[in-house]
T-cell receptor, first 110, second 116 residues
Framework: GENVEQHPSTLSVQEGDSAVIKCTYSDSASNYFPWYKQELGKGPQLIIDIRSNVGEKKDQRIAVTLNKTAKHFSLHITETQPEDSAVYFCAAVNDYKLSFGAGTTVTVRA | ETGVTQTPRHLVMGMTNKKSLKCEQHLGHNAMYWYKQSAKKPLELMFVYSLEERVENNSVPSRFSPECPNSSHLFLHLHTLQPEDSALYLC???????????????FGPGTRLTVL
């Protein structure tokens, strides 16, 4: 089955700085890579996703890159704000299944 | 609001109790999912239903019994649980749960379950 590794497990950044979270996956058949943000007391919310035929995607302050050859993908948040503080999960989809990374707790310091 | 609701939001039960978790999606989706989220572990897929048929049972113990009466509702029946089953149980839905599914999954807020 798919194995997704996510780093770092915790990340503290100064407000206004950038945050980068990296994930690797094991199954080359995975073809869809969503990123979720989970705030306290809520379920995961999709913030951006990328499909295997695209190398990069951007949505305002959030961008995701995908390197299929190396089997890794990354989330970039620029100009971080206090409301970006949350747990972020990467995932890879292969044959119905969404396999999640262990999560990164991001803290934005004011 | 994601269009996926779950009740109850919190549940405390003894090991001999029987209880049920309910999920409802208002998105017109055809696939629904149960996940387990434990502290310091990745989300674990438990069950997948597509068009009300179970298409995945991810080696889940029989003390967890899912039911999908229609494409909008999903239940998780619980009986004789163990303390290690305490976790956040998340429901999700997507447009289609078929092979090579790349549809976005939308999550509910979860039910925080504590087994005493």
């Amino acid at each position: 089955g798919e194995n997704v590794e996510q780093h770092p497990s915790t990340l503290s950044v100064q407000e206004g700085d950038s945050a980068v979270i990296k994930c690797t996956y094991s199954d080359s058949a995975s073809n869809y890579f969503p990123w979720y943000k989970q705030e306290l007391g809520k379920g995961p919310q999709l913030i951006i996703d990328i499909r295997s035929n695209v190398g990069e995607k951007k949505d305002q302050r959030i961008a995701v890159t995908l390197n299929k050859t190396a089997k890794h993908f990354s989330l970039h948040i620029t100009e971080t704000q206090p409301e970006d503080s949350a747990v972020y999960f990467c995932a890879a989809v292969n044959d119905y299944k969404l396999s999640f990374g262990a999560g990164t707790t991001v803290t934005v310091r004011a | 609001e994601t269009g996926v609701t779950q009740t109850p939001r919190h549940l405390v039960m003894g090991m001999t109790n029987k209880k049920s978790l309910k999920c409802e999606q208002h998105l017109g989706h055809n696939a629904m999912y149960w996940y387990k989220q434990s502290a310091k572990k990745p989300l674990e897929l438990m069950f997948v239903y597509s068009l009300e048929e179970r298409v995945e049972n991810n080696s889940v113990p029989s003390r967890f019994s899912p039911e999908c009466p229609n494409s909008s509702h999903l239940f998780l029946h619980l009986h004789t649980l163990q303390p290690e089953d305490s976790a956040l149980y998340l429901c999700a839905s997507s447009q289609d749960g078929g092979p090579e599914n790349t549809d976005t999954q939308y999550f509910g807020p979860g039910t925080r379950l504590t087994v005493l």
